[in-house]
């Protein structure tokens, strides 16, 4: 039986999935649609492998 965690992940993985269909149908918005769904991959990777894992309060500095 699949986690709740798993259950998220799948449905941030789909909506990423979605996010990339609109970007090839709509040239003019695909760059906003794929950065949606690079972040949307990156959120269930987190939830998958660490669901308990908390995220800063303040952003990491770049380097």
Known sequence: MPTHAKIAGDLLREAAN????V?????????QMNENADIYMQAADLIEN??????????PQEQ
């Open 18 to 21: 979605f996010f990339k269909s």
């Open 23 to 31: 970007a090839e149908q709509n040239p003019a918005i695909a760059p």
């Open 50 to 59: 660490d669901p308990n894992g908390v995220i800063p309060d303040t952003p």
